[in-house]
């Protein structure tokens, strides 16, 4: 029988969240905290992202810098960080069964904070059907291929999907030496910002094919080319080496389903109040598993505001109650999903279609609560929209739920 080994708080995930969480929450006084992470080298994401956009406007930095930063600060601050850990399932309310080099271990804590991420839909995932060649990727693959292990990727490649993701994977296609035949989206335009697009297609001469979608991959031991279906019907070939399907995130939430927590049908990750608590008592979520997929700014913003509430719920055991919180199409989910009147953290939410001059409504039982235009003139599926939380305190805890639409 395996021993249990306890600690005061136990955190899954070595990414920007959970390392935040973990630092805030050592540096505290919240006792033992421990971090695990399945993969050899703790960082997360920022890991094999190459590019900058990470840090602050006087401080930018790399991603592999920044996710050194992280690891440090957490260090540090009194927090063990345990990489080749892989948490395998629940073994109690609040205990976890873990296994790594060292063999099979039980650890119980106080309280869990599950930070596991996200990950893209890979090509099976997408049904896209063809033959099964070599120059298939995703993001993240490719980004570990080419700035992890130094692999040769191709010559010519595709980039499936025109967001923010998609376009640090075809400055990663360019990084190793290929070139870019063209990025695609099924949706009418871009979802990135202006500059970004226009830099792409007149720097460096990247075509973007909007309304268009793959339909199937061509080659037998290589790739050498993908099939598109375009608005109008017509299909065509591209002629490549290498593909990458980007975007389309969904969470890592298989620990939180297989300890029965509920699921936000939108987001597809744990439901969460404003305090990141989850269904459980004692298990609080932060990150991209609760909303795929934000920055690691975000992130790490959403591990250091859940470190304050599980500071409480180790020192009094409170749990807020909260109602819950619903959006209505064409906004596809909002995160967190639960709303209390002490909630102070901004709400993230998506939508499916593309919006112009958005404003949003938010009510209770017929009772309009907030009104707020937002930021952007044209608001764009896979882009993130923000939601202020200043009019939380006008819930009724007693009432029903609270809605969020768009005027």
Not at 131 to 156: D, F, S, W
Request: charge should be positive; glycine fraction near 10%; proline fraction near 7%.
């Amino acid at each position: 029988m395996t021993a249990v080994r306890q600690v005061d708080v136990l955190v899954v995930g070595a990414g920007p969240a959970g390392l935040a969480a973990a630092a805030r929450l050592a540096a505290a006084g919240a006792g033992r905290v421990e971090v695990l992470d399945r993969e050899r080298q703790a960082g997360g994401v920022p890991r094999h992202c190459a590019h900058g956009g990470y840090g602050t406007l006087l401080h930018p930095l790399t991603g592999p810098e920044y996710a050194r930063l992280l690891v440090t600060a957490t260090e540090r601050a009194g927090a063990a960080v345990r990489t080749g850990v892989t948490a395998l399932d629940w073994a109690g309310p609040l205990s976890l069964r873990t296994v790594s080099p060292g063999g099979p271990e039980t650890i119980s804590a106080r309280a869990v904070v599950l930070a596991t991420g996200a990950r893209e839909r890979p090509r099976a995932a997408r049904l896209v059907p063809g033959t099964r060649p070599a120059g298939v990727y995703t993001t993240g693959e490719l980004q570990q291929a080419v700035h992890l292990y130094r692999q040769h990727i191709g010559t010519r490649a595709v980039v499936v999907g025109a967001e923010d993701v998609s376009y640090a994977a075809a400055a990663t296609v360019r990084a190793a030496g290929a070139s870019v035949v063209a990025m695609l989206t099924d949706l009418p335009c871009a979802q990135t910002s202006e500059a970004r697009a226009l830099d792409a297609r007149l720097r460096h001469r990247i075509p973007l094919l909007t309304d268009t979608t793959v339909t199937e991959l061509v080659g037998h031991g290589r790739l050498s080319g993908v099939r598109v279906r375009h608005r109008d019907g017509r299909t065509t070939t591209l002629a490549c080496d290498t593909v990458v399907f980007t975007g389309d995130f969904v969470p890592d939430h298989e620990l939180a389903r297989r300890g029965g927590l509920l699921l936000d049908p939108g987001t597809r990750g744990p439901a969460v109040d404003g305090t990141l608590h989850t269904s459980r008592p004692g298990v609080f979520a932060v990150g991209s598993v609760l909303h795929a997929v934000e920055s690691a700014a975000t992130a790490a913003r959403e591990g250091a505001h859940a470190a304050t509430a599980i500071q409480r719920w180790l020192e009094t055991g409170d749990r807020p109650d909260g109602v819950p919180l619903l959006v209505a199409p064409p906004l596809r989910w909002i995160a967190p999903n639960r709303v209390g009147p002490a909630d102070r953290t901004p709400y993230v939410l998506r939508t499916s279609a593309v919006l112009t001059r958005p404003v949003l409504h938010v009510t209770q039982n017929d009772r309009l609560l907030h009104a707020q235009p937002l930021r952007t003139r044209t608001a764009l599926p896979n882009r993130t929209l923000t939601l202020t939380a200043g009019w939380a305190r006008r819930v009724d805890p007693k009432g029903g739920p609270v809605r969020v639409t768009l005027a």
